[in-house]
């Protein structure tokens, strides 16, 4: 599903290059962690795959499908079906929760050449997937994110990626700033999108989320490469041993 | 003094354009009105208040041409229950206006009425007031010249709101409309305008509210590129009554809206808020000046210019606090989104206080679409132009919420989600 060949990434305004060379695939139905130390190149590697500004791609190649991504808008990559969960999600003052979940949801479908969702099945769908994560109306009525606390911008995340029906999500990050309940109800929504057609990328420092969301591949992440490539007990080993451990070993 | 002669004959070139109507009621206030114009002069470059807006077009003595806009778009305000006022190129039309009745209000036209009148009392005479320390030389050249209007007594409350629309459709067409509005103590009316009335239009209005009544006035200035406008507002508030006003701007080359609010009464409220859009050559300008010369008043002022393509946004705005207006509670925020490095917002805050026990804020801010936000959006699939307009709804709702009634807000959301579409399809 998603398949990232030697990817190599520069700072636009530095020449700094964060990420030397990626390569890993999801393939549908999985999920993929990837672990690492702070400044690994975790976090621009999702920013890259959904098309922030900011950074220059040197080398390689990802795409979804078969569809190369990097030559894609933001906007295109997330029709195309790809879902990014921001670590902090944005507070828009003025624009309201259910006027941008409609406006994404319908200019996804209008992309892809499907016909717009009337308000009435919109609303019917947002209540019911919002009624699974605890979210109630008055935070559907607010503003995007705005006065939300860190557990509700989650929660809100998850909304939209339950809406949206992405085939690849990438999480980064998800669980921080999250206490073990709203973790939980996170994570709960996360396994409820698990399906045959559906890949996760899970972007994490600790392997507490893992618990709750449980991997099939675990890589390790350190200065711009994937080290090592394992299955859900390289997670207990990160937590056991630390990051330092690993790197000396790959040394 | 003498004024100098490049104004004196602007002054006069444009005096002699025009006939001063003769006798009737409102005759004395026209020919004092005139005195006043040519002791002042018309506005020029270099006087304080037009620094920022180039008055010539809208002084000299022939309108320049504007087209008319086409637009297969419906009206604004056509869903709201109301009473329908036409002035076509700056002439009543009889046959698209409703019978100028309703419970609780009385309606006459300046042109025309009976000839001893309750508004004797207060045209020209709030002008007048509003002319110092601040001169508004086209106010007082529309006292002494303006052709009709409306002459609007409200004595309970209105059933429904009055509906003034302007429509221009001559090319070269130069109107000069004179509202007046006495709102009696306890009455309320809700006044709306819409249309951009003519190739050169001014227009004075002056609001007398007593003590406790209420006045909201919602306005539309669309829709015609190339139109310019001169607007004043004079307001007088008494004790415990309500002023609001707000003014949604679309298109055109040159508007300059003044309002004037003098709080004569303790306990009044009065907020004054706008929003713009404006593309290529459009230059918009809010003048505003707010009294306070009672004791625990509020005044909020809430203004938002969208500028695009090297278009101009221009706020004068005022607060002077009397030495008896204690309690006074004064807002002024004056803020541009900024779309491209060609466009301008030029804002003049200013306060003037001599009471000691007041609070007084204001802030001004220019800006662009904040990078984050528009990417999170795109993050989700919105396409950036999509983006950039929700952003931009969401910039002026701020303004827009100053409008009470909901129905209205969504009238005037609409009415920008339209005009932004078009240009995004365009």
């Known amino acids: 599903m998603l398949q990232i060949k030697n990817l190599q990434v520069k700072l636009e305004e530095e020449d700094k290059q964060i990420l030397k060379g990626v390569d890993l695939e999801v393939p549908a139905g999985k999920v993929h962690a990837i672990m690492g130390p702070n400044g690994s190149g975790k976090s621009t590697l999702s920013y890259v795959l959904s098309g922030r500004d900011g950074y220059e791609v040197t080398g390689g190649e990802a795409t979804l499908e078969g569809e190369s ?76 994110n705005v006065g939300f606390s860190g557990g509700e911008k989650k929660r809100n995340e998850i909304l939209q990626m339950a809406v949206l029906e992405p085939k690849m999500c990438i999480l980064d990050e998800t669980d921080s700033g999250l206490d073990v309940d709203a973790m939980r109800l996170v994570a709960d929504g996360v396994n409820a999108l698990r399906s045959e057609g559906r890949g996760f990328l899970v972007i994490t420092h600790y392997q507490r989320l893992l618990d709750h969301i449980k991997p099939d591949v675990v890589h390790i992440m350190s200065n711009g490469r994937i080290i090592k490539t394992g299955g859900p007990e390289l997670a207990l080993e990160v937590e056991k041993e630390g990051y330092e451990h690993l790197k000396e070993e790959v040394a | 003094m003498a004024l100098p002669q490049q104004k004196l004959d602007a002054t006069e070139a444009r005096i002699a354009a025009h006939q001063l109507p003769q006798g009737g009621w409102s005759a004395a206030a026209r020919t004092d009105a005139l005195a006043r114009l040519r002791a002042m002069g018309l506005p020029h470059p270099r006087d304080e208040y037009w620094k920022y807006t180039r008055p010539e077009t809208l002084t000299a003595p022939e309108a320049p041409a504007a087209a008319s806009f086409k637009a297969d778009e419906a009206p604004i305000f056509g869903d709201i229950d109301r009473l329908t006022i036409v002035f076509r190129d700056g002439v009543f039309d009889a046959e698209a206006s409703d019978a100028l009745e309703m419970e609780g209000v009385s309606i006459e036209r300046l042109d025309g009425g009976p000839d001893i009148h309750w508004a004797r009392d207060i045209y020209g005479t709030l002008e007048a007031n509003g002319q110092s320390p601040v001169e508004r030389p086209l106010a007082a050249l529309n006292t002494a010249f303006a052709t009709d209007g409306l002459l609007i007594h409200v004595t309970g409350k209105a059933a429904k709101p009055i509906s003034v629309v302007y429509v221009h459709e001559a090319e070269t067409s130069d109107a000069m409309l004179h509202h007046v509005v006495k709102v009696d103590a306890g009455a309320e009316l809700t006044l709306l305008e819409n249309g951009p009335a003519a190739a050169r239009f001014n227009k004075v209005m002056e609001v007398d509210v007593a003590d406790t009544g209420a006045f909201h006035h919602i306005r539309a200035q669309g829709r015609d590129h190339e139109r310019r406008a001169a607007t004043h507002i004079f307001a007088r508030l008494g004790q415990e009554s309500v002023f609001k006003t707000f003014t949604l701007t679309v298109n055109g080359v040159l508007t300059r809206n003044e309002c004037v609010i003098e709080l004569t009464g303790d306990d009044a409220v009065a907020h004054v808020a706008g929003a713009c859009l404006g593309d290529n050559d459009f230059h918009h300008d809010d003048t505003v000046f707010i009294t306070h010369d009672a004791v625990n008043c509020e005044s909020r002022q809430v203004f938002k210019k969208v500028l695009r393509n090297g278009a101009k946004g221009v706020f004068q705005g005022k607060i002077l606090v009397k030495p008896d207006a204690q309690k006074t509670d004064g807002y002024q925020i004056s803020q541009s989104l900024l779309l491209d490095d060609d466009s301008q917002f030029l804002a003049k805050p200013e306060l003037e206080i001599y009471a000691d026990d007041v609070a007084c804020s204001h802030g001004s801010t220019s800006g662009a679409i904040d990078d984050d936000s528009l990417f999170y959006l795109r993050a989700r699939g919105v396409p950036r132009g999509i983006a950039e307009d929700l952003m931009t709804i969401a910039f002026i709702a701020e303004a827009v919420q100053e409008i009470e009634d909901e129905r209205l807000q969504e009238e005037i959301v609409g009415r920008v989600e339209g005009w932004l579409t078009r240009r995004r399809d365009a």
């Open chain 1, 69 to 144: 991504l990097l030559d894609m808008e933001p906007e295109e990559r997330a029709a195309a079906g790809l879902f990014l969960a921001f670590q902090y999600p944005v507070e828009i003052p003025g624009v309201g929760n259910m006027t941008f979940l409609r406006t994404a949801v319908n200019s996804q479908r209008k992309a892809r050449g499907q016909e717009e969702m009337s308000s009435t099945d919109f609303l019917k769908l947002i209540r019911e997937k919002a009624k699974d994560l605890k979210i109630d109306a008055d935070m559907l009525k607010r503003p995007v």
